[in-house]
């Protein structure tokens, strides 16, 4: 990945901007420009000055690894037993700074605190949030290389558990077997934590597995994804155990359905509440629209949800290069619940499917 070129587009936005300094502290933001995989508990800083000077803050134990396998030469350490990590920023705060780029939704207000502190008088913190995410909206050719094999992991392994849907196995066992399947068929590890839902823990929803025992009867959604070379995947599938009745079946083609207008929609050009609408309108047309109650997708990137999203009022153009997932959903109390996840590829003439696990109920 070229990281170098990263923090100089992040560099000259910064410019147009007339910020003197920049702290990132979003481990997504942080592992695009800098390339070095930590784990996801670990804090880590990055400063990127005007001139696109980057100074990368880590713990001390994680120091020389940073040194060896970081492309950044200036790599300092905090110690792991102080309280405040953020003292280690005082150096860069040195000389005249009037403007500070910072995430503010990954900051606490202790942190801003501190930093306003020691920053002293008369410097303005500007959120960034925005211009980190112009740059990770277009994935370049070997990102979306890693994002196919992310995909890939994800399919196989989705068709892999579908084989063990059957009365009498708890959904957190398939949810934990799921995780180690995705190592073993050699992603990092999952891009969220897996959750599988059944019955009615999948239309309340309930975005977590349980100790709940599959029953015959029920619908199962099963919602997934991998991280190869740190980029993400997600898949979302149905299944029935066992027999279910044609009403769970309409459910599941109704949101089928959707899901198949809005990838039809997915094409440069369009924006994004329209891919939105397509889905809707298939579920309000069988009068169940309140029974779809979120967005139609979201971006896929380093982070597992990111720009940009497809929602209704949202009016982003798609273009070459977007990697979104398009996944209605219908959650009907006392039936059960359906969704089909895929993640799909803007293409310069439409779009390509990048997941392709099978899509039958059973």
């Not at 740059?135 to 063990?164: F, G, H, P, T, Y």
């Not at 996944?327 to 799909?344: H, K, Q, S, T």
Request: glycine residues 8%; proline residues 4%.
């Amino acid at each position: 990945m070229d990281c170098t070129g990263r923090v100089d587009a992040f560099a000259a936005k910064m410019g147009k901007y007339d910020l003197d300094l920049a702290l990132l502290f979003d481990r997504d933001d942080i592992r695009y420009f800098t390339g070095f995989r930590l784990n996801r508990v670990v804090s880590s800083i990055l400063a990127v000055s005007r001139d696109g000077d980057p100074t990368y803050i880590v713990a001390q134990l994680d120091l020389k690894r940073a040194k060896r396998d970081c492309w950044i030469e200036q790599v300092i350490p905090f110690p792991e037993d102080t309280p405040n990590y953020l003292a280690a920023l005082t150096p860069l705060f040195r000389g005249t700074l009037r403007r500070i780029g910072v995430e503010k939704d990954t900051l606490t207000l202790a942190q801003m605190e501190y930093m306003m502190e020691i920053a002293g008088v008369g410097v303005e913190f500007v959120d960034v949030r925005a211009l980190t995410a112009q740059l990770r909206i277009i994935k370049s050719e070997e990102e979306i290389a890693c994002i196919r094999r992310a995909a890939d992991v994800a399919s196989r392994v989705m068709n892999k558990v579908r084989q063990e849907i059957r009365p009498g196995v708890r959904e957190g066992e398939l949810a934990s077997w799921t995780s180690y399947l995705m190592v073993k068929e050699g992603a990092e590890g999952p891009s969220f934590e897996p959750f599988m839902m059944s019955g009615e823990n999948a239309w309340l929803p309930q975005r977590v597995a349980s100790q709940k025992v599959l029953q015959e009867g029920e619908l199962v959604l099963l919602d997934m994804g991998a991280v190869c070379d740190g980029y993400c995947s997600d898949i979302t599938r149905t299944f029935a155990v066992g027999e279910i009745s044609q009403e769970q079946k309409r459910v599941f083609q109704i949101a089928w359905k959707a899901q198949q207008a809005a990838i039809g929609a997915v094409r440069p050009g369009v924006h994004a509440f329209e891919v939105d609408a397509a889905a809707r309108e298939i579920v309000e047309a069988e009068g169940l629209g309140v029974y779809f109650p979120h967005l139609t997708g979201h971006g896929v990137g380093v982070s597992v949800h990111e720009a940009p999203i497809l929602d209704k009022g949202v009016d982003t153009v798609l273009q070459p290069g977007m990697v979104v997932t398009v996944e209605p959903g219908v959650y009907l109390p006392g039936v059960g619940a359906a969704r089909v996840e895929d993640m799909v590829l803007v293409t310069t003439s439409g779009c390509e499917l990048l997941t392709n696990a099978t899509r039958d109920l059973v």
